[in-house]
């Protein structure tokens, strides 16, 4: 396996999470939020984000895991849950990648579970064309076709996370 395209370009991927950042910061303008990471892939993605944020922010991780390889096992695991109490406080989700949407639901019914004021989500990267649990996204990145990829957080195997732009694995 090896990356063969590069599918978007690490300039256009900065300019979408400078327009989410944007958004975001209109957004809670007036209010705390939490930033709740899913480890790992959505690491680069925050960490660009965070530097163009200028709103009351603290930032948690959760890591889940679904994946082995590129074929998804079927099957949320919580690896590291929050250690922080999420009741009443606003959360956003920052997400990788959109795919069946089993990760994210099974993790929202979990956060829902702990009270808190409210739950959004960004997802840099959607897949479209899959059989999806229908989730509302409210902050989304780029829409993506099918193919397995890699780059800007995401990985084969813990490999090509790296990379700072988005490309096919085959
Ligand atoms: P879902 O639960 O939506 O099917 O899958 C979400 C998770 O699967 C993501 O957080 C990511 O870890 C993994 N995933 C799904 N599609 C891809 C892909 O094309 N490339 C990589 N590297 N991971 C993917």
Redesign the pocket.
Known sequence: MKVTRELISAEKIQDKIQELADLINKDYQNDEVIILG?LK?SFITLSDLAKNLKVDVTFEFMS????EG?E?TGQ?KIEKDLDIDITGKNILVV??????????SSLLEVLKSRNPKSVEILCT?I?ED?Q?IPIDIKYKGFTIGP????GYG???NGK?RELPYLGV?S
């Open positions: 899913i892939g889940i895991s679904s994946y590129s998804s949320v997400e990788d990648i959109f795919d069946t949407g089993l990760t994210l990267f897949k899959k999806q193919e397995f990829v890699v995401l990985d084969y090509y694995l």
